[in-house]
């Protein structure tokens, strides 16, 4: 992209079609988030270092070498402590809102009101009977017993722990974290708790604030991710490996194209089902022109569905691309339909799309975009006619393509290899973990990084996160993503076959004898939740804790508030967690001293905020020898 | 005379001097909106991560003042304020001085179509710059040349340690 002058590297991309894209935005005259980002430059340092608090009328209070304390007296510490907790409050909120949407469809999925089944009674079963309920019950029975279980869980005091921390946290941490007084009970009660404590003075001791922001991170881990996955799994099916393609190449000009775009899939799910069952709209989409009807992922949505390509994702018709490519995927003019769900819908994406044909549609109750007065929010029971609705739409929405701005699709595309995760990786590795196991201790796998998160245009679209998986990868570390990452590490071919000769000689021999990538796709971020999954299995099988375990986390590009939830939470469960860009604490000490460094002596884990990425490729590969040699391997 | 000083590694990019700015050159309507108000005459702009606050020098040999082809960019002989503000109605909006000033400190201005070019006045209605008074950090100060020499003096010094 050009770059107009001085040396910021916000309007560049990693990506070629995004480039293409870019200079196609410019020529039609629609600014995006790559503009928009130099008019907000320079950005205030109070807040990009924490220190500015506004919550009462005092205020705002910046803190500076004249003033060291608020007007109330808080320090530094106070703000940026309380600060980060409202973040990660926010994060978890969102989370519990999923689960919430997960269970009810659950329940109506049991009862019969819903084009979804019980796919994975196994799983269903095995969760049931942890959580104490009598599992040789009717499969639907039981599903509803279970949604019963998780519902109270996430209702209830805070004084009550919660069932799936104690039943699924490895033992070490359990003590750990109960030394620590940070075992959660219900996360709506833990939320307002910590809401209430982040109020102007009430809680405003910077230790205890960073430890209820630990506690919500557990409370996030348990309930916001591995409930809600597994919920997802049940309805929708186990991960599968599979294989599609990623990039706006993959958009057909001769089709009726509906994206899906956001974290929940089960619209999306319906809408393939019917382009799949449905021969009235077939013919319709014929008779406006069209030779067909396709569904295709944006961010997590779309990660969901290419997990599962063999069950509920069937007929997905490709991954588009993550957060910073939806007003350009818009801009192709190629997409006559983006459905729209829970978080991360721009209201750039409308800016772009008012210079096309494109029509926005929520298909979630708490999302709403000005401008946008399409809103069919999911509801489990009408989601079969909310899916003809949506596809009706796009058919009408098709026949005005290309008459306001040209159709402009960009060549690149790439092939993918996803569908990783714990059991699929299981059924690889011959039914059991021990063969990763060998091959860890024997060294052919020096470690395993898991590069989460989200995308982020502060150091280039994408540039952050691809230069640490390709650093990671010449160290022999295996690299597993999750989130807007493995959007962008698909479009650039990371999670091919090929990819293996980016990998350093003895992951890369490894990788090829097991026929798979050197970058595992464990889909979409709530999927963050998997790896903790696997690693609690790994540390297990071992006998160790997870923060013995040659393993390390890192959010390279994070963004928004549930990232800074799987953060904390990173650290909480004992990880090396490396983040880019700084998170905001950095203009207070002891804030940044505990993240940094204090919190290894009480998790095990700590974050690292080294922005160079070859650096923190360093540091990595240095906290995993260092804990080879701890484990004496 | 007394000018505006800049000591940049002090500032934070919060923007404060600029919203000073603009609100004390808007009259007296508080609760307008900034944007809507005009842009302000003091700058901020980033250089990769680093901010650089821009100001007017008042330049002894002002080459705003040599460009502009109407005269109504002028030195006051007593203040040394350079402003296009003591000769009301002269300026046409032409942007020579946009153009001349090696500072890149005056903006263009349309307001109910009338051009005009805005710049620095050193608040010379108030007392004393609104910029100066709003920055939380001492990144802008308002100094003789002399006072501000010993100032950056006693800055060096501080640092040497």
């Known amino acids: 992209m050009p770059n107009c002058y001085g040396d910021c590297t916000t309007c560049t991309s990693s990506h070629a079609s995004i480039q293409e894209m870019y200079l196609q935005t410019k020529e039609l005259g629609i600014e995006t988030t790559f503009d928009r980002y130099r008019n907000q430059l320079p950005q205030c340092g109070f807040g990009t270092e924490g220190v500015c608090c506004q919550l009462c009328s005092h205020g705002p209070c910046r803190i500076t070498p004249k003033a060291p304390r608020a007007i109330c007296g808080a320090t530094a510490d106070t703000i940026a402590a309380r600060n980060l907790l409202r973040l990660e409050a926010h994060g978890l909120s969102a989370y519990c809102h999923q689960l919430e949407e997960a269970i009810h469809t659950l329940k109506a999925t049991a009862q019969g009101k819903t084009p979804y089944a019980i796919r994975e009674e196994g799983k269903l079963r095995e969760i049931a009977g942890l959580v104490g309920l009598d599992d040789s019950k009717e499969k639907n029975a039981l599903a509803l017993d279970l949604a019963e279980v998780l519902t109270h869980e996430l209702r209830k005091g805070t004084e009550e722990p919660l069932a799936l921390v104690e039943l699924l946290a490895p033992k070490a941490r359990l003590q750990k974290w109960s030394g620590l007084g940070i075992i959660p009970g219900g996360p709506l009660s833990e939320l307002r708790d910590a809401l209430t404590m982040a109020m102007s003075n009430i809680n405003t001791d910077p230790v205890s604030l960073l430890l209820t922001a630990m506690r919500l991170s557990i409370a996030t881990g348990y309930m916001g991710l591995v409930a809600t996955i597994t919920l997802q799994d049940i309805i929708l099916g186990n991960p599968q490996i599979g294989k599609t393609r990623a990039d706006l190449g993959v958009l057909d000009l001769e089709t009726v194209n509906i994206v899906a775009h956001g974290h929940v899939p089960y619209v999306a799910v319906a809408v393939l089902q019917e382009i799949a069952g449905n021969e009235t709209l077939l013919e319709k989409a014929r008779k406006a022109g069209a030779s067909g009807i396709k569904l295709y992922g944006s961010m997590d949505t779309g990660q969901e569905l290419l997990q599962r390509l063999g069950t509920a994702g069937q007929g997905f018709g490709g991954q588009l691309g993550n957060w910073l490519t939806q007003e350009l995927m818009v801009a192709t003019g190629a997409v006559d339909l983006v459905m729209m769900d829970l978080n991360c819908s721009i209201p750039g994406m409308k800016l772009a799309a008012d210079k096309f044909h494109t029509r926005l549609v929520s298909v979630s109750h708490v999302l709403r975009m000005e401008g946008v007065t399409d809103n069919l929010d999911y509801k489990p029971e009408k989601v079969k006619e909310q899916a003809v609705q949506l596809i009706e739409m796009a058919i009408e929405a098709y026949q005005n393509r290309g008459k306001v701005n040209p159709v402009h699709i960009p060549p690149h595309q790439s092939e993918v290899i996803a569908g990783v995760g714990v059991e699929s990786l299981l059924n690889i590795l011959g039914g059991s973990l021990n063969p990763l196991l060998e091959v860890i201790k024997s060294g052919q796998i020096k470690g395993i990084a898991a590069v989460v998160g989200c995308t982020n245009n502060r150091n280039g679209h994408d540039s952050a996160s691809l230069t640490l998986i390709k650093e990671l990868l010449k160290r022999d570390i295996l690299v597993i993503t999750a989130g807007c990452v493995s959007s962008g590490a698909q479009i650039e071919g990371l999670q091919t076959l090929e990819a293996n000769s980016l990998a350093g000689d003895k992951l890369q021999s490894i990788c090829t004898a097991l026929g798979i990538p050197p970058v595992l796709n464990f889909g979409s971020c709530i999927d963050i939740g998997r790896i903790g999954i696997a690693v609690t299995a790994i540390a297990n099988t071992l006998g160790v804790d997870t923060s013995d375990l040659p393993v390390a986390a890192s959010a390279p590009e994070y963004l928004e508030q549930k990232a800074v939830a799987d953060g904390i939470f990173a650290v909480a469960f004992g990880l090396l967690t490396h983040l880019g860009p700084v998170p905001p604490v950095a203009g207070a000490p002891l804030v940044t001293k505990i993240l940094t460094c204090d919190a290894e002596d009480l998790t095990g884990g700590k974050v690292s905020v080294e922005q160079d990425m070859v650096k923190a490729a360093d540091i990595i590969e240095a906290h995993i020898q260092a804990k080879r040699e701890k484990l004496g391997i | ?161």
Not at chain 2, 38 to 47: L, N
Not at chain 2, 54 to 75: F, Q, S, Y
Not at chain 2, 124 to 142: F, L
């Open chain 2, 1 to 161: 005379m007394k000018r505006i000083f800049v000591i940049k590694e002090k500032c934070t990019a919060c923007l404060n001097c600029v919203v000073a700015c603009q609100k004390s050159h808007a009259g007296s309507d508080f609760y307008a909106p900034i944007r809507d108000i005009e842009p302000g005459r003091i700058y901020i702009q980033a250089v990769g991560a680093s901010p650089v606050p821009l100001v007017c020098m008042h330049c002894e040999e002002p080459a705003c003042v040599k460009a502009c082809i109407t005269g109504a960019m002028r030195k006051d002989p007593d203040s040394g304020i350079v402003s296009n503000e003591f000769t009301p109605g002269k300026c046409v909006g032409c942007w020579m001085c946009v153009m001349a000033c090696p500072y890149g400190v005056i903006s263009p201005k349309a307001e109910h179509g009338k051009k005009m070019a805005i710049k620095c006045d050193l608040c010379m209605k108030r007392n004393g710059p609104a910029c100066i008074e709003s920055c939380p950090t001492g990144a802008i100060v308002y100094m003789e040349e002399a006072e501000f020499a010993d100032y950056k003096q006693c800055l060096a010094a501080v640092n040497s340690i």
